[in-house]
Each structure stands twice: as structure tokens, then as C-alpha cells.
């Protein structure tokens, strides 16, 4: 059975750090591209970061770019998304997915059922 399961996520004052993680069963990491995507009470679906398979490249949105960085633990089968710096704006419920192609605007075939990142003083 193809599954994401993320983990990670909580509550942290601004200008704090967490670490995500979005461990998969069921296939192998490494021959998918990896995204993160965030959604926030009343508002559409954002892009993250995505980290391609063919050569691990990281692509990451303008919110993230310089505070977040997506890396993979093949061995682990898991992709992390480490947060610093943390604003209240990035509260949102964080999503990875997965897709055997290239990194995409929205197009993934496998979906984690989400974690909470609230934060907050």
C-alpha cells in the first residue's frame, strides 16, 4: 500500500525552528519528486518546496527561499523539510506528495494526510 505519513510539526514561537518529515511506504522515494506544499484556514494551496528525483535539485517558493530547506534520506526512505525563522504567516496544516515526474505546480499522484504547524507567542 502506497502511503506519506508526515511528522514534525507542532507549536513554536516566532523565530523558531522545526524540522518536518514525510516518510513513504509502499514505493521508493528516490524515483519521485518530492513536494511540500502548506494551506492556511481560508486561503489556496501553496507550493513549498519540491526536490526533483533525477538529480535532487531543490526548488523552493518565495516564502520559503532562505528559511526552509528540503532534503532526502534515501536510506530512510523520508524527506525533511527543516524551518527556521519562523513567522506567524507560515502557520498552516503542511502536505508532502509525490510524483514519478518532474517537480510540478500541483500535479502528484500520492498525498500525506498532513501536519499541523502552528506559530505563535
Sequence with gaps: QVQLVESGGG???PGGSLRLSC???????DDYAIAWFRQAPGKERE???C????DGSPYYGASAKGRFTISRDNAKNTVYLQMNS?????TAVYYCAATPSSCTPDAYDYWGQGTQVTVSS
Design 86 to 90: 519562523l513567522k506567524p504567516e507560515d
Design 23 to 29: 516518510a513513504a511506504s509502499g514505493f521508493t522515494l
Design 47 to 49: 507550493g513549498v518546496s
Design 11 to 13: 507549536l513554536v514561537q
Design 51 to 54: 526536490m526533483s528525483s533525477s
